[in-house]
């Protein structure tokens, strides 16, 4: 008798096991998959940029300078492998394709052009929808370390070796402190 | 934690059970009452008789529920005529863009397609059904009216009630009862009131009556639920509180969406002054919570207040464009309920408006018929030239619209589009008349029309003729060539049909329905039935 509860309650154990290990396992997989995710809406904003440029270099000589700094950020952020260095470069395409719309406000011949406002238009959504990849992304990478960081999970993922997943960091510019001087002597 | 509110909500589909079930004992009761009826079944200990009545049911009400359930995405786009949206269209292309930043941030879980319906007026809807297809639909004036991230929160909202799966069940329960509303209420727009009396249309009409108490089941909870989902998927409370504040000050679709699709709608299109209350009585019968609520929990989220965001918004329209506000106007349908607020744009797209349709403007005090507005009566003459018709230079002495040459019997007469009134020539009357040899032969209805108005006619006459005149002035119809007031009384002494006639221009005006009648009479000789009647009605 005793023998079958015992028996009983290793088997209450090992299922128990089982769950919390594909618990752990599908939530790892929905961040890779996030992750694939921004992946191919980085390459849809890496593929729409020079198509921006060929249409509005003509029209803005003046800006070459803005231009170029556009499409070297996007050649770093082509090169970028690891999550972290893909972050930053990234963050500085976002900040100079930011420049570039902003000088594009003072060429009214650009802003009547349907092509511009198409590219315009699609470059918009896909910003949006990086910014929504990543929120997802961050979202799952919670998830995942709350999975394996929670007990009794922690004693399960111990067993075997999951390394936790590193979030898409915020823009450091956004991150840093803004100094402020509160001392009222000049 | 990802998407929490998604994964645990989970469907609900033991209501859908629930559904079945009501629509099941329905079916039972009614079969048990048709057998009772007219099978005289033996009901006492023959296990037999119940064995059927429960299988024919079972089967009416699976017939019925597939039939409704089933294929809903399809049926609903199509009751509102509402098209995918044109890539080509810059607006429309934003729609398709946003809609797949929605599916970006809800990690793909489930396609959804998107619509947009073809009206003035603000509103937008979730459709899913039965076979896994799930819509979202917005109005063109919704669309056109938005910011791009305003469009992201109502986007957001709509598809957090399909992923979570209370679209689904307020769906079925919408179009198991409603779909028939549905098309009865279209029905009775489009045939100006006038529905032909048929066992269908009872049915119908208690399916009408049953969807209302649907409402039971819907909770209010699940739009302060997709409201903060929507700021969860979008971060931003403010947009969607705007866009709330938008929508409680416009026309929000009443009348365009059917009343049994209103528990899909981000606002409800009828403006009811429940919606507006909390408590427990309206938390029951109530689909939607008070939007002055929901703004309330949205602007505490983003930590600002109701008047900061109306300053705001009041400052940014008038810095866009300082025209003066325009006229509202309020409309009675043919259901004569009053129906509004509208722009003139938008009560010109209203399929019901006839120049006849009492309309008022503004605050004004007093009603009147809508052809006295000149700008609405361009644009029924608009609507003339649109669907084709050559117009005349004679008028309608009732909506004052050109009058339309028709060949009927034969020979040509004139009609009106909207009042179906026609006018004769003097002469052709006879011509009518004399063709038995019909186009279109009298119909049951036609007949006993005819009867009825002929009976009324002879007792009016006859109390007419006894108390004299009463001294009241008659407003007489003006001519459609002349323009001078048309002698009004009955055809003939043997055939007591009212027209109204111009004897200088040699014109007879027939209401709609009055020459077919008078056709009916000579042929089937129907005379007046007051044999019975006659001495029942009081003399005035």
Known sequence: ?186 | MPLTFIDIEKQKSWRIWVFFLVLLSLYCVLTALVAAAFLRLPWHGMQQSWLITGLFALLATGTHFWLSAHNTVSTVVKGLNADPPDPEDDVHKMLLNVMQEIHVVTGNKRTIQCFVIPSLSLNALAVADLRGNAAVAITEGLLSRLTRPQLETVLAHEVHHILSGDCLETTVAASLFGNYAFILEKLNTTSSGRISVSPVMYLAWGLLQLSYLLKLFISREREYRADAASVRMTRNPIALAETLYLLSRSWRGAGFIGSSFAMLCIVNPQTTALDEEEGFWADLLSTHPPIGKRMDILLAMARTSYSELRARLDRTTENTARTPAETQYYALDPQHTWQGPFTLAELGTQLWLSPLTWITKGQEPHVDRAWKEPLLNELFALRLSQQGCQATSLTCPACRQPLLAVPYEGTQIYQCRFCSGMLVATGKIPRVLARTKRERPCSDRMNSLAKAVVTENQLAYARHSLTANDGKAMSYLPCPQCANPMYRGFYSQAYLIVIDRCSFCGFTWFEQNELEMLQCLIENRIVPDISDTAAAPPLA
């Open chain 1, 1 to 186: 008798m005793l023998g079958w509860i015992l028996l009983a309650a290793v088997g209450l154990i090992l299922v128990w096991l089982v769950v919390i290990y594909n618990g752990i396992i599908s939530a790892r997989n929905d961040m890779q998959n996030a992750w694939k995710q921004i992946d191919v809406q980085l390459k849809r904003r890496h593929d729409l940029i020079p198509n921006l440029v060929q249409t509005i270099k003509g029209a803005m000589e003046f800006e070459q300078d803005t231009l170029e700094k556009v499409v070297s950020a996007r050649t770093k952020a082509v090169a970028a492998t690891t999550p972290s260095s893909k972050a930053v470069a990234e963050n500085m395409l976002t900040q100079t394709i930011g420049k570039l719309f902003a000088v594009m406000e003072n060429y009214p011949a650009l802003k009547s052009n349907q092509n511009v406002i198409q590219l315009q238009e699609e470059l918009a959504s896909t910003e949006n929808k990086i910014a929504f990849a990543r929120q997802l992304y961050n979202d799952l990478v919670a998830n995942f370390r709350t999975r394996l960081q929670v007990f009794p999970n922690n004693v399960v993922s111990s067993l075997f070796d999951f390394r936790s997943g590193e979030y898409f960091g915020a823009d450091e510019a956004d991150r840093a402190v803004p100094a402020v001087n509160l001392s009222l002597r000049k």
